[in-house]
């Protein structure tokens, strides 16, 4: 059985003021998330605010973590010191981390495997750019980063997260044909074992209006959901979406 999970990605949003999301997302999803997982990926300095306050079906994960797990690395932050503050995920190699950081799939590996030592689920992202797509490279280059990132483990202690570079808070989405075709080249290039158990999230300007036509997708999962999911009632309608 595959996961499906919906994670919200504040990106550097937030302050404490904005804490007060978690009351208003659940009184805009008074019963619950139904058949879907439900995960908030808040910026570091909100994570422990948060897990005083969420409800137990609302995980939390970091944004990014360290290869390391401690040490001087000033500025960073390790997958253990996540799993302590109660983080159940860690996204890792968001495309902006990739085009910010320099972070090529290699490091974007060792930060999976980082994860997966300190028992939290990595949400490995892939996606291509504008000119990849338009070329029509588009599913050698994503699969290709997914077998140069992907990190040996058990089937199902992974998340994949699709996430076209040029649908990232641009509001162009991939149509739903484009997404479920590039999720299903993903689940065929994963090892065997994988395939079934994988959980492919989309991501990529998803909001209210799209969410339902994805999410019905056969080998979409759920999705990682940026901009939208700072505003509480917008999060909420994408958990929500097509139940
Ligand atoms: P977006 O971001 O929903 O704002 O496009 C998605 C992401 O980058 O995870």
Redesign the pocket.
Known sequence: MRQTLIVG?WKMNGLTADLAWSEAMIAALPDGPGVRAVALCPPFTLISSFAARLPGWISLGGQDCATAVSGAHTGDVSAPMLADLGCRYVIAG?S?RRADHGEADAVVRSKAEAALKAGLTPILCVGETLEERESGAAEAVVTAQLEASLPECEPGSLVIAY?PVW???TGRTASAADAQAMHRALRSALPGGHGDVTAILY????KPANAAELLAQDDIDGA?????SLKAEDFAAIIAAGQ
Do not use: K
């Open positions: 990605n968001h902006e996430e649908a990232i808070g991501g990529g300007s998803v990682l959901v940026g901009g939208a």
